[in-house]
Each structure stands twice: as structure tokens, then as C-alpha cells.
């Protein structure tokens, strides 16, 4: 029994001996290592990108907020960032490029010009939508295309061929030369409309007299040519990539394809704004001043009181106004929220959007009135007027301690109750 | 037969225990490196000032995976950053090297700042100045808001501001941490656990320093009690102090008893498991705090020293 159990082990032994080997044909699929390869790819996309002579192109969607066109000028650590929003103005931080699932280009220290629509706040503790670290799609000199890790949104970049300067000098132009708002024509034997938002960027196309649910939207970004989508759109058979606007001719023009533009009801540009009104409120009467703000997008409400100016937003869709919860800035060490207020059931909020919408009934006459009403965005409540509120140091939100009188309204107290503006003709 | 199949058995054993690939070698090369990044001054003078003499990374730039994906967040701003980091050294390192000695720094200082740009919001409203983790980490928010402070106000404005949503962060956090080393005793948890209000505690209308919180976040439970406790108390100066207890006993509220009740615990704490006098603390800090105020420390200086 024992010798047989000897037997079986001596047998398994040299079994194993036998099939035993070492691998010495490793088959390598690779002709380097991970760590060497991973290195020289990411020496190539920097190479790639310190390579632009005049810097990259960025096309740049974030995804709850309007499209921007960037420009960056990368050096080995650092990137040089400017915007449409402020041509002139050029901020530089750090980048890196990483290694993990992929390479990526992270924009790792702040950058108030590229990190803008991806920072928090208390009225958007999301954001806009905006990315900083990117995933790298694919790598080339003609183009580098983008997906933000966390929204994933794709963006690209195209070598700059001038200045970043006067490139977006002419982005700016074409923002303010295109104007149309909502256009007519015929696609694929169709009668169609088109609707372009340039407050979110977006475009929309859809049948004549079809309800807008039924459109198809995309965002798109203004470039040196004019519109830009953000992918080719398919529509009737049609392909839509770029749009163009010819200002002598007043036409959009897209391929073969041409609209006309549509001017909206009550569309005023944002120029007949500017200038002094008197507001009326529930608590009476006194005068204001309508001043530019950011050209096309906003404008100063001043005369509410000295220690703060109200901004007014634009609305270039439909040209039309929009005061919404707001900072008012601090006073004595605190600070102050002008809150929308809900005059009848009493409730005030402070959530960024919210606020009252301002349109012109009849605006063929010079001396137009402005009124004012919810702009629909606080659910189960109507604003109507607006109240200050303090800030609690502690917990950061409104409290309802007394204000003070320093920061009143030219109406004399905390509350703006039921605002209408009156132009005044000079 | 049998002497034969023990020695084939012998040599088999032997031959298996001694068969190898001669020929493999560890490759040089770390299949886990990743590019390097090339450091800037603030990188040396972090390695100056943090790495070298107290082990501690100063991480001031993004990393996601050192972030909370729940929330939000942005970079920190390269300058704000220094200043931070500064503020972080002054007022609280070279202060524990000061009270505690440069050892008790070394050991129980935490071992990594991550600074985020912004706070991290809440969809109610709240949101976090800082956190702690494992006893090695502190997550500190809202440093590109600091730079803003920092050119806008002075004085005791000054002062109430870096207390309220920065350096105190670090010495609540870093409580935290000393309280995840060593337990404070059970006792404090009974004086107030009546009342806690764990996440309600941001929508309570109550006046907190009546039921014997010194701040309405102190409310949330007994853990943040204690660090809140501390970190307020050696923030501020005694006249603060008295003047707490007297809101705290308005209206014949016991607030105050509670309030000192609890404090005792902390104090005999820090003295007992640390050997820290809370008050000789409170005078450091509240000492270096005016200096930064009064402008004596150069906040934007890397320079190497």
C-alpha cells in the first residue's frame, strides 16, 4: 500500500516536471512598454499642442449653458485663455496632461475665463455644464477633438491662423451683426422656420406652423464665417453644418438654402433701451437710467439707489428684458439679495433665473412703456415685485432681519412692488 | 522497487524546487508611471515648507479622483492657493509647532490639503466649507471666494471672515482628526443629545446658543458639536466667549451651563490626551490672526527662506 502511494506520487511529480516550462516565447504585442508608450503619447499631444504657432481655436460647448469661442495658447505647463465674451482679456493657469482610462488635458488651477460655466453657486450648485478635464478623442495638427469627462460634451480645436485678438474681434463682430431671431424658407420642397436663441445658442427647425415640441434643436457657436453648428444636422434631406449672414441682402444663408429673416412681435434691439425712464411702483414714482452693461447682453438699472446698480438682462430672442435674482453687493459687512416677491401669497425666493420678464406692447412709438410680469420660471408662485433681503453670515441665506435703510429702494423700502418703466424723450 | 521510487521522488522534489526562468529580469521602466509634471515655485516652496519638514502634500491642484464626484467643484486658483497655503502655516502649523511642540505636529497634522476652488453646494441652500477623512486628509472649499476676501476687506472684518470660513475650517477638520486618534469621553455626547437635529439642523428656526450649540451646524450631532466647539472657541477671544454664554442664558434658557458644561470636557480633553491648554492656543491663534490682519505676514511670498 505504501510503495503504491509512493508510485502515485513519484508519477504526479514527473507529470508535472514534463508540462512544466518556462514561457520563453513571449509573444509581445507591443514593441515598448505600457509606461513608455503611455509617456510618448503624451508627449505627442503636447507636442501637438505647444506646436499651434498662434495658439488653438476652441470650439466650446458646455452643456446647460450658451457656446463660446475660446482661444488657448498652450506652453509646456501653462495655458493662455481669452473669450468672445472679452477679447481683450487673456488669463493664464496651469494644465497638465494625464494618463488613466485615456489621456486627458486637464486645466487643473483656475481659470475665470475657461472654468466660468463649469463653476458652482449657491443660485446654480451645478453649474452650467461646463468641463475642465477632457478627454482627448483624437490628436492630430489640423485638430484636436474633446469630450468632457464629466458632461461629455464634445468640443474641438483648430490651429489659430492670426492673432487670438483679432480673431475673436470678428467673432464679436458677427455677434453683433447677426441678429436674426427667427427666419422663414423652404427645405427639401418643405415650407419651414427656423428659430435662433442667442441667449442659449441654440437652433431650431421645424415645419411652418408646427408646435416648437415638434423641432429639432442644436446648439451652435459663432465663428469668423458666422453660424456653426455643433454637429452636422440632417433636415428634409438637407445637411446643415455652417449658416452665414448676408447683412446687405438680409438673408440667411446655409448651402443653397436661403431664409428670411422674421422680425418677432415686440422685438426691440437692444440699443432702444438705453436711456432714462421713470418706474412706477405700488409705493410711487422716480427716475432711472437704462446704461450699457455688456453690449447686447445687459445693461445697468441705475437710480434705485446709490450704493448699488440692478442689472437688466437682454433678451436677444425676443428682444425683451429680464430682471432676475440678484446680489445687490455689500453694505456694512453684509450682504444683500434682491429677492423675486410674490406680492400675494408672500413668499419671496432667492433661486437663480427666477424674476420678471419685460416687454414692450407698442413699439412703434418712442416714448414706449415697459411692463412687467413673471418670466415663468418659479413654479406654483407668480412674481410680481421684488424685495432685499440680508444674508445670515452663518448659513449664507437670506434672513427676514431688518435692512437697512441704506439700501432701500428709491421707492423708499425694502420692497419694489409691481415695477413698470416709462421711456422718457429727450 | 521501493529504494527506486524513493529516489525518483527525491529527484523530482528536488528538481521541481530548483526549476526557474533563469532568464527573467525586472524591467527598469514602471508600467504605473505616469508623465511627470514639471514644478513650478510654489511646488518647491511647498517642498520647502510642507513636504520636507512635515511629510504634508499640499495638493492645490485638481485631481478628481481626490474630489467628491457627488458635487461640483472647480480648481483652486494658483494664487489664491498660495495664500492659503500660507495662512494654513501660519495659523495653524507653525501655531501647533508653537503650543504642542514641532513633534505633535509631525505626527497628528494631517498629511494632505486638497484645496477646491469653490464650496461644495447643496441643492437646499447648504454647502461645505471642508472635510476630513481618515485622519490623513482635509478637503478645503471655497479658496478662489478667500482671494476675493482677502482684497476686499481688512481689520476685524478681516479677521471674522478667515476665521469664519477658512482657518477655522482647518482647526474643525483637523479636531476632527484628533478626535478619530483619540475618543473624547462619552459624557459629552450625553449633555445635549436630546436635541440634536442631525440634517434638519440648517432649517431649524431655534436659537441655537439657547439650547447650548455654540454655532446652529454645532446642532447636527455630537461629533460636529465638538469640533465646532473648539474650533470657535480658539478663533475667537474671551470677550467672544462671555459674550456667547450671555445670549446663551437670555431668558432663562440653560443654555449657558450646557454650553460651559460641554467646554470643560473639551479643555480637560486636549489637556488629558494631548497635553494642549485650549487657552494658551486660543491666545496663539488669536495672536497670529492679527498679525495676518495687520498685515506682518506676506501672504504672496514664495520665496525660499
Not at chain 1, 495658439?55 to 468672445?84: I, R
Not at chain 1, 438654402?257 to 432702444?272: K, N, R, T
Not at chain 2, 504634508?56 to 486658483?77: C, G, M, Q, W
Not at chain 2, 473624547?184 to 439657547?210: C, M, V
Request: with cysteine; charged share 25%.
Amino acid at each position: 500500500m505504501k510503495t503504491r502511494l509512493y508510485y502515485i506520487i513519484a508519477m504526479a511529480s514527473s507529470l508535472l516536471i514534463a508540462f512544466s516550462s518556462c514561457q520563453k516565447e513571449d509573444y509581445e504585442v507591443f514593441d515598448k512598454s505600457v509606461a513608455t508608450r503611455t509617456s510618448e503619447y503624451t508627449a505627442k499631444i503636447k507636442d501637438v499642442l505647444t506646436g499651434a504657432e498662434n495658439g488653438w481655436l476652441f470650439y466650446y460647448f458646455p452643456e446647460k449653458a450658451a457656446s463660446s469661442m475660446m482661444t488657448l495658447a498652450f506652453s509646456d505647463t501653462t495655458v493662455s485663455v481669452s473669450s468672445e465674451r472679452n477679447p481683450s482679456l487673456t488669463e493664464t493657469s496651469f494644465y497638465r496632461v494625464t494618463f488613466a482610462d485615456g489621456a486627458s488635458i486637464l486645466f487643473d488651477t483656475y481659470n475665470s475665463i475657461l472654468h466660468a460655466d463649469a463653476t458652482p453657486s449657491h443660485s446654480a450648485y451645478q453649474g452650467h455644464g461646463g468641463d475642465f478635464d477632457f478627454r482627448v478623442i483624437s490628436v492630430c495638427p489640423d485638430s484636436v477633438i474633446l469630450q468632457g469627462v464629466r458632461n461629455k460634451t464634445v468640443c474641438r480645436m483648430y490651429p489659430l491662423k492670426e492673432t487670438s485678438q483679432s480673431y475673436l474681434e470678428k467673432v464679436r463682430s458677427n455677434i453683433d451683426e447677426i441678429f436674426v431671431v427667427q427666419a422663414t424658407g423652404k427645405v427639401g420642397g418643405g415650407d419651414v422656420i427656423v428659430n435662433l436663441d442667442p441667449d442659449k445658442r441654440i437652433f431650431s427647425i421645424g415645419r411652418l406652423g408646427a408646435m416648437t415640441s415638434e423641432f429639432t434643436n442644436v446648439h451652435y457657436i459663432i465663428n469668423e464665417k458666422g453660424i456653426q453648428l455643433e454637429h452636422p444636422l440632417e433636415y428634409n434631406g438637407e445637411v446643415f453644418y455652417d449658416i452665414r449672414f448676408d447683412s446687405e441682402k438680409n438673408k440667411l444663408i446655409a448651402g443653397n438654402i436661403v431664409f428670411d429673416p422674421v422680425v418677432p412681435e415686440g422685438f426691440l434691439p437692444y440699443a432702444s433701451y438705453l436711456g432714462k425712464y421713470t418706474m412706477t411702483t405700488e409705493k410711487g414714482s422716480f427716475p432711472v437710467e437704462l446704461k450699457q452693461k455688456e453690449k447686447g447682453l445687459s445693461y445697468y438699472l441705475g437710480g434705485l439707489n446709490p450704493n448699488y446698480s440692478v442689472e437688466v438682462q437682454y433678451k436677444k430672442a425676443s428682444g425683451s428684458l429680464e430682471i432676475v435674482y440678484q446680489e445687490l453687493g455689500v453694505y456694512e459687512n453684509v450682504k444683500y439679495l434682491m429677492c423675486p416677491f410674490d406680492s400675494d401669497s408672500g413668499y419671496y425666493t432667492w433661486t437663480a433665473g427666477i424674476g420678471l420678464a419685460g416687454s414692450v406692447e407698442d413699439t412703434s412709438v418712442d416714448d414706449f412703456s415697459i411692463s412687467f410680469v413673471d418670466n415663468g420660471i418659479w413654479a406654483n408662485y407668480n412674481v410680481t415685485s421684488f424685495l432685499i433681503r440680508r444674508v445670515d453670515p452663518e448659513t449664507d441665506k437670506p434672513t427676514n432681519d431688518k435692512v437697512d435703510p441704506a439700501m432701500y429702494f428709491a421707492s423708499g423700502s425694502d420692497r419694489l412692488l409691481r415695477p413698470a418703466m416709462k421711456k422718457i424723450v429727450e | 522497487m521501493k529504494k527506486y521510487i524513493k529516489s525518483l521522488l527525491l529527484f523530482a522534489v528536488v528538481f521541481t524546487l530548483a526549476a526557474a526562468c533563469s532568464e527573467d529580469k525586472l524591467s527598469k521602466d514602471s508600467v504605473i508611471s505616469g508623465p511627470a509634471t514639471e514644478k513650478n515655485a510654489f511646488d518647491i516652496w511647498l517642498d520647502y515648507n510642507f513636504l520636507k519638514p512635515y511629510n504634508i502634500d499640499f495638493h492645490y491642484r485638481y485631481d478628481l479622483k481626490e474630489s467628491n464626484f457627488s458635487y461640483v467643484t472647480v480648481p483652486a486658483d494658483y494664487d489664491a492657493s498660495i495664500i492659503y497655503a500660507h495662512l494654513v502655516k501660519y495659523l495653524c502649523i507653525d501655531t501647533y509647532d508653537e503650543v504642542a511642540g514641532v513633534d505633535f505636529t509631525k505626527a497628528y497634522f494631517p498629511k494632505m490639503f486638497f484645496l477646491m476652488g469653490e464650496w461644495e453646494y447643496d441643492n437646499n441652500g447648504n454647502f461645505t466649507l471642508g472635510t476630513a477623512e481618515g485622519g490623513k486628509k482635509i478637503m478645503l472649499a471655497g479658496v478662489n471666494v478667500l482671494k476675493q476676501d482677502i482684497q476686499k476687506l481688512s481689520g476685524d472684518a478681516l479677521i471674522e471672515r478667515l476665521n469664519q470660513y477658512y482657518i477655522k475650517t482647518v482647526h474643525h477638520e483637523f479636531t476632527h482628526i484628533i478626535n478619530q486618534t483619540k475618543p473624547y469621553p462619552d459624557n459629552f455626547k450625553n449633555i445635549t443629545s436630546t436635541t440634536y437635529l442631525a440634517g434638519k439642523w440648517s432649517d431649524s428656526k431655534r436659537n441655537n446658543l439657547e439650547y447650548g450649540y455654540i454655532t446652529k451646524y454645532a446642532q447636527k450631532e455630537h461629533v460636529e458639536d465638538f469640533a465646532e466647539l473648539l474650533s470657535e472657541y480658539i478663533t475667537h477671544d474671551q470677550a467672544w466667549w462671555d459674550a456667547q454664554l450671555g445670549k446663551a442664558g437670555k431668558n432663562g434658557a440653560d443654555g449657558a451651563s450646557l454650553l460651559i458644561s460641554k467646554m470643560d470636557i473639551v479643555k480637560d480633553y486636549m489637556k488629558a490626551s494631548w497635553g494642549i491648554d485650549l487657552d494658551v492656543l486660543r491666545d496663539v491663534v488669536n495672536r497670529r490672526t492679527r498679525d495676518v490682519a495687520a498685515g506682518l505676514v506676506d501672504l504672496e511670498d514664495i520665496s525660499i527662506k
